[in-house]
């Protein structure tokens, strides 16, 4: 009988902890959104999503966990616990989203970091290709003057090459600049700042423009503005990363 009552006294209901952060994560959102005390979990959850703060996939789970923290603040309660049990997984899932809403990881702190080669509408065809194949880059930002011209792709080469031998059969083009002529709307980018979010990176890739195009990669600039030094470039090839560490791997 001493030790069932010992057990008893020792066990701490997992809706202890599911709750904390269930709080922690409303009360973060209501502040960082000026929410009215009127506006719902699941309003400020579509907000979050909508401001880059959390996936769409986590805000719908973080809109389950809505109806389970109803669950269990109003729901029957057995001895003064409540009979809903968070599962242990569901106690580390969101306690992960507390830590990714309330200090968001920044996709530079999670990339590796990469040189970035730029090269001018003068540079001779010859040296972007060099660069491609001893590199591997598939993007080559091209400024002049210091301010952005357009980003060199292996689509736009590739097409620069079909069209360019048609006529003769012949690689007349010399500089980076008839090259350019080629470039397609599918191979712009999209400019964010050094201290952007993973979410937001993730965000700004896969989110189609008003005319359903997708940017073939985003140049990282220290405020993200076009004519600033790039950084770095995010490709699609980092969004497994980022989208990993955004789920707490």
Do not use: C
Not at 228 to 233: A, D, V
């Amino acid at each position: 009988m001493t030790s069932s009552n010992s057990d008893a006294s020792s066990y701490q209901s997992r809706a202890i902890p599911f709750l904390a952060a269930f709080n922690d994560i409303e009360t973060h959102l209501r502040i960082s959104l000026d929410a009215k005390r009127s506006d719902s979990f699941w309003w400020m959850v579509d907000r979050a999503v909508d401001k880059h703060l959390l996936s769409r996939q986590q805000g719908e789970v973080l809109k389950d966990y809505g109806n389970l923290r109803n669950a269990i603040s109003h729901g029957r309660y057995h001895e003064g616990e409540p009979i809903a049990e968070p599962h242990p997984a569901v106690i580390e899932d969101i306690e992960m989203l507390r830590g990714i809403l309330m200090d968001p990881p920044r996709a530079l702190s999670i990339l590796e970091s990469t040189d970035v080669v730029t090269l001018t509408p003068a540079s001779e065809v010859s040296k972007a290709l060099r660069v491609i194949r001893l590199q591997g880059f598939a993007q080559i930002p091209i400024y002049e003057d210091h301010k952005f011209i357009q980003l060199l792709t292996t689509n736009t080469i590739s097409r620069w090459v079909a069209k360019d031998l048609a006529d003769n059969n012949v690689l007349d083009a010399r500089t980076i600049g008839d090259v350019l002529e080629m470039v397609k709307k599918v191979d712009d980018a999209v400019f964010l700042s050094r201290d952007i979010t993973a979410q937001e990176a993730v965000d700004a890739l896969i989110n189609p423009d008003k005319n359903g195009r997708f940017p073939y990669a985003a140049i990282v600039t220290e405020t993200g503005k076009r004519n600033e030094r790039p950084l770095r470039i995010i490709t699609s090839s980092d969004l497994a990363v980022l989208i990993e560490a955004l789920n707490g791997r």
